[in-house]
Nanobody, 120 residues
């Protein structure tokens, strides 16, 4: 099993910044993609940003230029630096990691979620 522990959420004023972290541990053979999703009340969960093992990144249009995803492969950790936060960024943010526990077995794990609240 692979466990994810998230940290870094909180309450911030519009225009402020937060940094989320997600550390993966357990039976990890390799990690491929590491992603951040978010879900606002009454809304579907949406992909915010992703990063591959090679360092390629993608972002939702709504966060491009404001959010930066990065990873530390040695620590099996992914980060989400969020700047110029807006009230519409308010949501529970979930870490998602996809990889292998062995050469023949893959895994998909989710973090417990961390609340980000941006006040106007």
């Amino acid at each position: 099993q692979v466990q994810l522990v998230e940290s870094g959420g909180g309450l911030v004023q519009a225009g402020g910044s937060l940094r989320l972290s997600c550390a993966a541990s357990g039976s990890i053979f390799s990690i491929n993609a590491m992603n951040w999703y978010r879900q606002a009340p009454g809304e579907q969960r949406e992909l915010v940003a992703g990063i591959t093992s090679g360092g390629s990144t993608m972002y939702a249009d709504s966060v491009k230029g404001r959010f930066t995803i990065s990873r530390d492969n040695a620590k099996n950790t992914v980060y989400l630096e969020m700047n110029s936060l807006k009230p519409e960024d308010t949501a529970v943010y979930f870490c998602n990691v996809r990889g292998q526990t062995s050469p023949l077995r893959g895994f998909v794990s989710w973090g417990q979620g961390t609340q980000v609240t941006v006040s106007s």
